[in-house]
């Protein structure tokens, strides 16, 4: 996993493949021709991630001491040689592993698929390899191949499984990939380590245990784009149906992922996943306890879906093959949402209606699901200019049918009381001819606390331009957010075409990071027919390896004497340094 990480280790690298761009050789920019192959993956919309090796045994210490972040890289954070780190191996005897149970959790929790390590970057294999006897049968106590079963038990229940391969590196092997601590890299023979390890493991893999829907690849390199379309057409004719994630590189995969805990600004076309993890580390930690809530789940969920991509969410099982509790607790609560609301997540695409203070939208034939994650104070759910004529208007869940009124601004819904607290409400709207949206303003609404303006959402003048930040809390715990940057001088800008629903005091508070070098610098509002000026404040600069920080800092408070369409435009004050990395624009009424 932590694929920035290696992204940032692989610029140094000797290896001539990975001397080319580095979007091509992650294969973002994939070839996605073939829709019926993916269409089941696209209709999936959720997945289930599963880090398991021996680290999990090891769960998150070595030598008494505790690694934080990512668990399954616990290896290369304390360098471990290799032999001691095999020696894991003579004690993990996952007893507790029960396949069914496993199988059982992905189904009830609504989710259509699996993906499981099969080798991680450790080296370890964790199923019945001829190819080495560093696996699971051979250098275990346990000596039987838990592989076999859970293909068997997800299929049963109807559940595509597949496997993660990390195909590139491996700290095992001396002519594996990026070992430095054991081995020197200008040394290794990576096409020697692809012809007797990463190549046959995956012919076992795609030979002895059925059918699959998937192969995830992760961190490629060693190869050149050449060498690794040869690796992809030798191993396609084993199991043709089987997709191969993007991470396979060079463009050759058959859809695509984004970075760990990364989900796309807007929507995107083709096949693509979002992968989270449950709590803070992909491999299991005995002492990581940050798992994101049932809320959290749902609302990732219906942003991918609304986006038109699927979440696959990573669990951590231990050393002795228990799934950690809250992951059970808390997914079998998703599933229970899913049980009445999935017609508007599964086989969806992404919504009509653009994402407004309520929250997102799906979209089916002459069908929009609204996902209410945020109740409005008057119950009333604002629609924006709905292009086509509605035939009804229900509650998913039970079938209530609403009360609705429309004019020339939209579609206005009344939400009753009773679903305030609700979690996520969808209402269904139902309407007979397709059509699109143009262009929309953002809508501002009284009728919530917040309403915020995504940097993604705005228009640019001069050199303004969007970026995206990667950045750790933990060791591998990568965050990305999308910022306004190239903001250096007076034509430089940017704006949001935005709606207000209803008159009234509003207050404009600007959330950016900002170096002490760039700060104490004058930036200028136009707003409501006025110009406001602000000065910014200092956040910290920019380090991928920590934290980054923003601030939300307030600067006007005016009066809008009319609902309607307004614009408001930033832009540095003077000529000079970049002003800020604006990560949102908040348009806020006043209680």
Not at 237 to 261: A, E, I, T
Not at 408 to 413: D, R, T
Request: proline share 5%; hydrophobic share 35%; net charge neutral.
């Amino acid at each position: 996993m932590k694929y920035i990480l290696i992204l940032i280790c692989f610029i140094t690298s000797v290896s001539n493949a990975m001397a080319q761009g580095m979007e091509e050789m992650w294969g973002n920019n994939i070839d996605q021709t073939n829709d019926a192959k993916t269409q089941w993956f696209k209709d999936a919309k959720f997945g289930m991630f599963i880090h398991w090796g021996l680290y999990s045994k090891l769960a998150g210490e070595w030598n008494g001491k505790r690694y934080y972040g990512s668990g399954e890289w616990i290896m290369n954070q304390a360098k471990i040689p290799v032999r001691e780190y095999r020696k894991v191996a003579s004690s993990f005897n996952p007893t507790k592993f029960n396949a069914a149970e496993w199988a059982q959790l992905a189904e009830d929790a609504g989710m259509k698929y699996m993906v499981i390590t099969a080798k991680h970057h450790e080296g370890f294999s964790m199923f019945n390899s001829k190819v080495t006897d560093y696996d699971i049968m051979d250098a275990t106590p346990y000596r039987k191949d838990p592989m076999k079963d859970l293909a068997s038990e997800t299929r049963k229940r109807g559940v595509k499984f597949g496997f993660y391969y990390s195909q590139f590196q491996d700290w095992y092997e001396p002519n594996g990939g990026k070992n430095s601590w054991d081995y020197k890299e200008s040394e290794k023979d990576y096409k020697k380590y692809y012809q007797e390890k990463a190549v046959p493991q995956l012919k076992e893999l795609m030979s002895n245990y059925g059918p699959l829907g998937i192969v995830w690849f992760d961190t490629p390199g060693g190869m050149t784009k050449e060498e690794t379309k040869n690796f992809v057409d030798d191993l396609r004719k084993y199991q043709p149906d089987c997709l191969f994630s993007s991470r396979v590189g060079h463009g050759l995969g058959d859809y695509r992922d984004f970075g760990d805990s990364e989900m796309p600004a807007k929507p995107i076309n083709g096949a693509w996943e979002s992968i989270y993890t449950h709590n803070d580390s992909w491999g299991y930690i005995k002492y990581d306890l940050d798992f994101k809530s049932p809320e959290e789940i749902i609302k990732l969920l219906a942003e991918a879906a609304s986006k038109g991509g699927n979440l696959m969410l990573n669990i951590g099982p231990d050393g002795d093959g228990n799934i950690p509790p809250y992951s059970i607790k808390f997914l079998k609560e998703v599933g229970a949402w899913l049980k009445v609301n999935g017609e508007s997540i599964y086989g969806t695409t992404s919504g009509l209606i653009p994402q407004q203070p309520w929250g997102f939208s799906t979209s089916k034939p002459h069908k929009q699901y609204l996902h209410i994650l945020n109740y409005p104070h008057n119950g009333e759910v604002f629609v924006p200019r709905f292009p086509a004529k509605v035939s009804k208007i229900t509650v998913l869940n039970g079938g209530e049918v609403l009360n609705s009124r429309r004019d020339n601004k939209g579609i206005y819904i009344q939400l009753p009381e009773k679903y305030r607290k609700n979690v996520n409400t969808v209402i269904e709207l139902d309407y007979q001819k397709e059509s699109t949206y143009g262009k929309l303003p953002l809508t501002v609404s009284a009728q919530f606390n917040e309403n915020k303006l995504e940097a993604a959402d705005a228009d640019f003048t001069g050199n303004a331009k969007l970026r995206s930040f990667t950045y750790s809390h933990y060791y591998g715990d990568w965050k990305h957010t999308t910022c306004i940057t190239g903001l250096k001088d007076t034509t430089d800008g940017f704006a949001f075409d935005i709606y207000i629903d209803q008159p009234g005091d509003y207050q404009l508070t600007l959330e950016y990071s900002c170096s002490a070098e760039n700060a104490m610098q004058e930036g200028q509002i136009d707003f409501n027919n006025e110009k406001f000026y602000f000065r910014t404040l200092t956040t910290g600069a920019f380090d991928n390896h920590k934290p980054m920080l923003f601030i939300k800092q307030r600067v006007i408070t005016t009066f809008i004497k009319n609902k309607g369409q307004y614009k408001v435009w930033v832009k540095p004050l003077q000529n000079g340094k970049e002003l800020f990395n604006l990560k949102a624009l908040y348009v806020n009424p006043v209680k």
